[in-house]
């Protein structure tokens, strides 16, 4: 038995856990989590389901049970947001906040986040061009080759084309242009919240779309995930994840365990009827920010424990971005009737899951054995050097 887990652990590159620190590992196995709920969320919303006459079997619970579910799921972004957060102000506090260093900080970690994109963009076009020409169609809309088109591209491999509202590839990958906003204000708001504290930074991130007249900012904006952002930099600050798991409500500990997962329990249950009771336009930080540090406090408690979902949800996680950047032409452009055509939700949602990891799996064994490591570095090795001449 011990070998056999010795061997899985080898095999899949599971470390070993840690469950009173909030490490690497963590971040993985909670976005393997986001990335389960988040496929779900995609696959049956109530236009998903529309599209196939509603013929899908969502046993045990009824298909208007499982929309509402589906709604309430709208909190992967957050999630991933929060991760970021929390990620950045580890990296950051370990920098002196000047001119050079905050410039080779930023160029960084923006090669570094946007590589794993970069990659993954050119052999998605590539494959599609050779498949039926869809960047074609979605950068010339089937027409000639223009000056305009090709910036299109450049902008989408950029990860800034939601930024600049110009066509992307595929709906989905708005999140780099947010992913790239992050970063390159991440100094500013670290600044921020230095200077008058996190409680009037939140309250800035919330009110200011308001006060301008902006409104709701909508789902695909950087704006709406400031909160998950800025949430993720105080568990990090304060050791937050640390606090609540050392909180003890009666002397009793299984019996203190036992009320702190019912109190954990019944404020996730709330916050589903309230996302699907209160618009999402009134008051969104509920469904992208509130939600999301709720269920990232439940895996880390209670999901994380479990070994065997542990160590399914980190190898997911490891394979989160690319699945989040791919599952969508699988769902939509090119595999949906297949998908659709299997009627059963637990495995439409199983096989979409099943075809993106795999995927994920070919494009890094090909970076593997292109060497794009190598490349990667030697770009931020540049950075570095050319920052601190």
Same mark, same amino acid.
């Given at each position: 038995?011990?070998?056999?887990?010795? $061997?899985?652990?080898?095999?899949?590159?599971?470390?070993?856990?840690?469950?009173? %620190?909030?490490?690497?590992?963590?971040?993985?196995?909670?976005?393997?989590?986001?990335?389960?709920?988040?496929?779900?969320?995609?696959?049956?919303?109530?236009?998903?389901?529309?599209?196939?006459?509603?013929?899908?079997?969502?046993?045990?619970? #009824? #298909?208007?049970?499982?929309?509402?579910?589906?709604? #309430?799921? +709208?909190?992967?972004?957050?999630?991933?947001?929060?991760?970021?957060? $929390?990620?950045?102000?580890?990296?950051?506090?370990?920098?002196?906040?000047?001119?050079?260093?905050?410039?080779?900080?930023?160029?960084?970690?923006?090669?570094? %986040?946007?590589?794993?994109?970069?990659?993954?963009?050119?052999? &998605?076009?590539?494959? %599609?061009?050779? !498949?039926?020409?869809?960047?074609?169609?979605?950068?010339?809309?089937?027409?000639?080759?223009?000056?305009?088109?090709?910036?299109?591209?450049?902008?989408?491999?950029?990860?800034?084309?939601?930024?600049?509202?110009?066509?992307?590839?595929?709906?989905?990958?708005?999140?780099?242009?947010?992913? !790239?906003?992050?970063?390159?204000?991440?100094?500013?708001?670290? +600044?921020?919240?230095?200077?008058?504290?996190?409680?009037?930074?939140?309250?800035?991130?919330?009110?200011?779309?308001?006060?301008?007249?902006?409104?709701?900012?909508?789902?695909?904006? *950087?704006?709406?995930? =400031?909160?998950?952002?800025?949430?993720?930099? *105080?568990?990090?600050?304060?050791?937050?994840?640390?606090?609540?798991?050392?909180?003890?409500?009666?002397?009793?500990?299984?019996? #203190?365990?036992? =009320?702190?997962?019912?109190?954990?329990?019944?404020?996730? &249950?709330? *916050? !589903?009827?309230?996302?699907?009771?209160?618009?999402?336009?009134?008051?969104?930080?509920?469904?992208?920010?509130?939600?999301?540090?709720?269920?990232?406090?439940?895996?880390?408690?209670?999901?994380?424990?479990?070994?065997?979902?542990?160590? *399914?949800?980190?190898?997911?996680?490891?394979?989160?971005?690319?699945?989040?950047?791919?599952?969508?032409?699988?769902?939509?452009?090119?595999?949906?009737?297949?998908?659709?055509? =299997?009627?059963?939700?637990? =495995?439409?949602?199983? &096989?979409?899951?099943?075809?993106?990891?795999?995927?994920?799996?070919?494009?890094?064994?090909?970076?593997?054995?292109?060497?794009?490591?190598?490349?990667? %570095?030697?770009?931020?090795?540049?950075?570095?050097?050319?920052?601190?001449?």
């Amino acid at each position: 038995m011990l070998s056999y887990k010795w $061997y899985v652990m080898k095999k899949f590159s599971i470390p070993k856990y840690d469950a009173h %620190t909030f490490s690497m590992t963590d971040t993985m196995i909670v976005k393997g989590l986001a990335i389960v709920l988040l496929l779900y969320h995609h696959c049956f919303l109530q236009t998903s389901v529309d599209a196939v006459g509603g013929k899908i079997d969502f046993f045990p619970v #009824s #298909s208007s049970v499982a929309i509402d579910i589906c709604y #309430s799921f +709208k909190l992967c972004v957050g999630i991933f947001v929060f991760i970021t957060g $929390y990620g950045l102000y580890c990296s950051f506090k370990k920098i002196n906040f000047h001119r050079d260093e905050v410039c080779r900080w930023t160029g960084t970690r923006l090669v570094k %986040t946007m590589s794993g994109f970069w990659f993954l963009y050119v052999v &998605v076009f590539v494959v %599609t061009m050779i !498949v039926d020409q869809y960047p074609i169609l979605r950068y010339f809309n089937n027409g000639p080759f223009t000056l305009k088109g090709l910036l299109y591209i450049v902008l989408d491999f950029l990860g800034l084309a939601k930024m600049f509202s110009t066509p992307s590839l595929i709906g989905t990958w708005w999140y780099m242009s947010a992913a !790239v906003a992050f970063i390159v204000m991440f100094p500013l708001l670290y +600044k921020l919240k230095d200077k008058i504290g996190y409680i009037p930074s939140i309250l800035l991130a919330s009110f200011i779309p308001r006060l301008i007249g902006t409104g709701f900012p909508g789902d695909k904006n *950087a704006i709406a995930y =400031l909160l998950a952002l800025f949430a993720g930099m *105080a568990f990090a600050e304060f050791n937050l994840f640390d606090k609540l798991n050392n909180i003890k409500l009666c002397k009793n500990k299984k019996l #203190s365990d036992a =009320l702190t997962f019912l109190i954990y329990a019944a404020l996730i &249950v709330l *916050a !589903v009827i309230l996302i699907n009771q209160i618009k999402r336009k009134t008051f969104w930080e509920l469904h992208f920010s509130l939600s999301a540090i709720l269920i990232i406090c439940f895996c880390k408690k209670y999901i994380a424990c479990i070994p065997a979902v542990r160590n *399914a949800l980190y190898y997911i996680g490891r394979h989160s971005m690319n699945i989040y950047l791919i599952h969508t032409f699988f769902r939509y452009v090119y595999l949906g009737e297949f998908l659709y055509s =299997l009627k059963n939700a637990l =495995l439409i949602h199983t &096989v979409l899951l099943l075809m993106s990891l795999a995927a994920s799996m070919l494009l890094e064994g090909l970076k593997k054995l292109v060497r794009y490591d190598k490349l990667v %570095t030697a770009m931020t090795d540049k950075i570095n050097k050319k920052v601190t001449q």
